[in-house]
C-alpha cells in the first residue's frame, strides 16, 4: 500500500520532470492551475516559496498576474483528478474547474502532472465520485433532474464538510457530482457537449483534447509520459523506456 510519503515523492518527480521539458528559457508568462501536485511545479520554478493558485507566474522578477492581464499564457501546468489513454481529464475535486479551464485554453501548451493513481484507460475508473458541473445556484434543482435524465441517475449536489450546505466554488456557484457509466465516458468530449449544453451550467470538469501531455509519478521512482499519438513512455534514472503494452491500472 502506497504511504503519504511515496505518494507525495511521486507528486515532486511528476512534477520536476515536466517543469524541466516544458519550462523552456524564453517562456515569459506561465500558468499553474491547482491541487496537491503544483506546489512541486512551483518548487521547481523558483526553487522555494508558494504562490496562490489560479494565478499566472512570471519567472522573470517571479511576479504573479492573473489571466485577465495576460490571455495569452506560454504553458500551463495542472494536475488533474483522472487522466485517460487520449489525455482526457477529469478536474473540478476542488470544485476549482472553471478557473483551472481558462488558464487551460490560454495556454498554449497545457501540461498535466500527477501521481501514478490518476491514470487509466477510461475516465471513471478510477475518480468515482462522478463529473464535476459547476452550476448556478438558482438552477441546481432543474439540473439535477437534467443530468439524472442524461444518464447520471446518482448525480448529487456537493456538500461540505466542515460547515453546514453545499460546498461552493471560488466563484459563487455550486458543484453537481454527475457519475456516468464508462460507456459513456468513454466519448467524454460528446458527454462535456451534451452537459454544457444545459441551461445553467457554468463549467464541466472535463478537459477534452487539450493536453499535449501527462507525467505521472511512479512509487518506483520512475515517471510515465503519456502523449495523445504514441505508447506510455517511462524514464528511469534519466533513461527514457518505451512500453509496448500501456497500464490500463492506476
Known amino acids: 500500500m502506497a504511504t503519504k510519503q511515496s505518494l507525495e515523492a511521486a507528486k515532486r518527480l511528476a512534477a520536476f520532470t515536466a517543469v524541466d521539458k516544458h519550462i523552456l528559457p524564453h517562456h515569459k508568462v506561465i500558468g499553474i492551475g491547482s491541487g496537491s501536485t503544483v506546489p512541486y511545479v512551483v518548487e521547481r520554478i ?12 512570471i519567472p522573470t522578477g517571479l511576479s504573479l498576474g492573473d489571466v485577465d492581464q495576460y490571455p495569452v499564457i506560454d504553458v500551463t501546468i495542472d494536475g488533474a483528478d483522472e487522466v485517460d489513454q487520449s489525455l482526457n481529464c477529469i478536474k473540478g475535486g476542488g470544485a ?30 478510477t475518480y468515482t465520485v462522478g463529473v464535476p458541473v459547476e452550476v448556478a445556484p438558482f438552477a441546481y434543482a432543474k ?31 455550486f458543484i453537481i ?14 458527454l462535456l457537449r451534451r452537459i454544457k449544453m444545459l441551461t445553467g451550467v457554468v463549467e464541466v470538469g472535463l478537459f477534452c483534447g487539450m493536453a499535449k501531455a501527462a507525467y505521472f509519478g511512479n512509487d518506483d521512482g520512475s515517471v510515465s509520459i503519456r502523449s495523445p499519438d504514441g505508447p506510455d513512455e517511462t ?16
Open 46 to 57: 523558483i526553487t522555494q516559496g508558494s504562490v496562490n493558485s489560479h494565478r499566472v507566474f
Open 96 to 125: 476549482c474547474h472553471l478557473r483551472e479551464k481558462v488558464l487551460a485554453e490560454a495556454a498554449e501548451t497545457w501540461i498535466v502532472v500527477a501521481d501514478y493513481r490518476k491514470k487509466s484507460m477510461v475516465l471513471g475508473t
Open 143 to 173: 439540473l439535477l433532474q437534467n443530468l439524472h435524465s442524461l444518464g447520471s441517475p446518482s448525480a448529487a449536489l456537493r456538500m461540505a464538510t466542515r460547515k453546514a450546505g453545499p460546498v461552493v466554488s471560488d466563484n459563487g456557484n
Open 177 to 190: 457530482d454527475a457519475p456516468f457509466s464508462s460507456e459513456m465516458l468513454k466519448m467524454p468530449l460528446d
Open 235 to 250: 524514464i528511469v534514472d534519466s533513461l527514457l523506456v518505451t512500453n509496448s503494452t500501456p497500464d490500463d491500472t492506476a
